[in-house]
């Protein structure tokens, strides 16, 4: 019998100086750097899942994890203990005591993504660690038409990595919204599950769009396709936040 | 008969990575990057005038300063060819011809400073760098009646650095207000001019009051004092930034 407690935490981290969540050799990641927090204060190997990878620079909010490990820690002293030995750029926003059954990446039934784009000719230092500065008008109408078709439940083969090693394509994009504030452009992308790349690889198509170099209309062709190479290029990984995780 | 331009840049940066904004030798300073790279690009020693010095680690959403040069660039296109080589924290957000007799820090009728302070026990890693961290419930309304003494025209010098050389340390102090929004306090100072350290004075002074180790009703007798030492500590720099100078 495994008497460990689950534990859940919900992170928060700005990415930029970070080669992404997952633990890679001779990398600073920040999986590598909670595990390590987590192995001193348990004074034993902790194995933290995430609830997926982020890439390289990109950002969280909300991003969730949990492990397996004795109860010899107040749980609920968890998020001081840790923050006071993390950089300031990652913060454990909350822990709890989550069903033994809870795992951060196999529950997650989908997630909810940020990516901000500016558009004006001069950036704010204070935005630009977390925007994709682009500095030029765009047709919102037809990025907003391309939006509605991306919509939906479709194979997104032609959005993802080349290396991705997922069989199983196709994901239900449940909300694929832009705001805008001035020359802030926020797109919100909802789904039941994201393949590698997606967000930035929809995006760097929505802009290819906006730019006038590509039809809205051709989404449901780019979609048939499965090809990546009819895409856009990859959108930097500075745009990217990881807002929530929903089980 | 000087020939040369006198042209007006407004600047915004993030002064995390910065010894403030004064020239000081061995120091990485904001000043310092820009009268560099001006002198680059003019091909000749250029003297940069700022509104005032700003702290070590204190951020700026509008400083102004002025430079006298040659009319060898086009003025339009110095926040282009400036910005293309500056550190991503340091951003030229205008640039302009003034009038021949224009001085950033002579001819300022007036400053605005934001202080921001986060009270809840987590601070997202995104706002870190521009809050002062505090995680402790604070008497708003004892704080509200001490930003209402403060306002107007007195001796500020229980607020102002010993080490400063001001000689009249009166100022009129147009606007000393605070927006709660959830745990964030934003504590916005208007006044005719700041002495050294004042915001920051003024902040650490309030905290106390909100913590209910000095009461509202001893500003005035602080004020008269006319004495540093009876006045809270100074706030941490991180949570200054200048937004405005007006002329």
């Known amino acids: 019998v495994d008497d460990r407690l689950n534990i859940r935490l ?6 930029t100086r970070y080669h992404g969540w997952q633990v890679q050799p001779g990398k600073v990641t920040v999986q590598g750097i909670l595990q390590d927090l987590l192995s001193e204060a348990y004074k034993q190997r902790i194995v933290l899942h995430g609830s997926g990878r ?10 969730v994890a949990n492990f397996h490990a004795p109860a010899r820690l107040p749980v609920e002293r968890l998020p001081l203990i840790l923050n006071s030995r993390l950089p300031e750029d990652i913060r454990v926003l909350a822990a709890r005591v989550a069903p033994a059954g809870f795992h951060a990446r196999k529950s997650a039934r ?3 993504y940020l990516y901000r784009v500016y558009t004006g000719r001069v950036i704010s230092p ?3 660690p977390v925007y994709h500065h682009r500095p030029r008008g765009l047709d919102l109408d037809a990025v907003a038409r391309a939006m509605r078709l991306l919509e939906g439940k479709h194979d997104f083969t032609s959005f993802c990595a080349h290396a991705a090693g997922e069989k199983n394509r196709v994901r239900t994009l449940r909300v694929c919204r832009m705001t805008r504030r001035g020359h802030q452009l926020h797109f919100r992308l909802e789904a039941d599950g994201f393949l590698h790349h997606m967000v930035r690889n929809i995006v760097g198509t929505l802009l290819e769009v906006g730019d006038g170099n590509r039809p809205a209309e051709s989404i449901p062709a780019l979609l048939a396709a499965r090809d990546r190479r009819l895409a856009g290029p990859t959108a930097p990984a500075r745009g990217l936040t990881l807002l929530r995780v929903l089980y």
Chains 1, 2 share one sequence.
């Open 110 to 112: 989908g997630k909810i």
């Open 10 to 15: 919900d992170l928060a981290y700005v990415g």
């Open 126 to 128: 204070f935005r630009a």
């Open 54 to 63: 982020t890439d390289a620079g990109t950002h969280a909010r909300g991003q």
